[in-house]
């Protein structure tokens, strides 16, 4: 199975600031990998697809990137309503496999 | 506009059985392929199953294969999750989502942009 390591697991940053989460999977996926948001209560939200393609109505503050087997996801000008936890997901191969989250909290 | 409404969870004793559903609306149903996705309390996700368009084909987190069957019914537009021998660790928020479609030559991109509201499954004595 193909795991995804995803870092930080928390993060706390300004209004106003960018923050990048990286997610590195255990072999290559090519862009087969998958942004989420989600909120306390919520269904996940789908961010980004095919590593850089932005989800249609996501503001084109979230983007994606990959270098290797390393993928990206920033967020630029940080808003109150970004305090989240947000997920990595491979879609490469079965069985489809989540990073472990990242929780940002804005300050 | 398109929605995913779960049902079917509930308390269930160890090693019993249940049967969560996904109705879809506002959306051409058979044209998506299926995913079920669950969430433990206080914890992360974690993707459970997965079925073509068709139902010709599925597949399974290795944590529930076996035990777990995920069908289609394209006519009702209604995605369910038979659960079996149920564990106190397949205790979660399951969750169904459709998967967004098309990505350059592959008929999926497995990424998942329509999600239910979840629904509680809770595994205990």
């Known amino acids: 199975d193909i795991q995804m390591t995803q870092s930080p697991s928390s993060v706390s940053a300004s209004i106003g600031d960018r923050v990048t989460i990286t997610c590195r999977a255990s072999q290559g996926i090519n862009s087969w990998l998958a942004w989420y948001q989600q909120k306390p209560g919520k269904a996940p939200k789908l961010l980004i697809y095919a590593a850089s393609s932005l989800q249609s109505g996501v503001p084109s503050k979230f983007s994606g990137s990959k270098s290797g087997t390393e993928f990206t996801l920033t967020i630029s000008g940080l808003q109150p309503e970004d305090s989240a936890t947000y997920y990595c997901?491979?879609?490469?191969?079965?069985?489809?496999?989540f990073g472990q989250g990242t929780k940002l909290e804005i300050k | 506009e398109a929605q995913l409404v779960e049902s079917g969870g509930g308390l269930v004793q160890p090693g019993g059985s249940l049967r969560l559903s996904c109705a879809a609306s506002?959306?051409?149903?058979?044209?998506?392929?299926m995913t079920w996705v669950r969430q433990a309390p206080g914890k992360g996700l974690e993707w459970v199953s997965y079925?073509?368009?068709?139902?010709?084909?599925?597949f399974y987190a290795d944590s529930v294969r076996g035990r777990f069957t995920i069908t289609r019914d394209n006519a009702k537009n209604l995605l369910h999750l038979q659960m079996n021998s149920l564990r106190a660790e397949d205790t979660a928020v399951y969750y169904c989502?459709?998967?967004?479609?098309?990505?350059?030559?592959?008929?999926?991109?497995?990424?998942?942009?329509?999600w239910g509201q979840g629904t509680l499954v809770t595994v205990s004595s």
């Open positions: 997901q491979q879609a490469e191969s079965f069985p489809y496999t």
């Open positions: 989502a459709t998967d967004r479609g098309p990505y350059g030559s592959s008929p999926n991109s497995g990424a998942f942009d329509i």
């Open positions: 079925i073509l368009s068709t139902g010709t084909s599925d």
């Open positions: 506002g959306l051409t149903f058979s044209n998506y392929w």
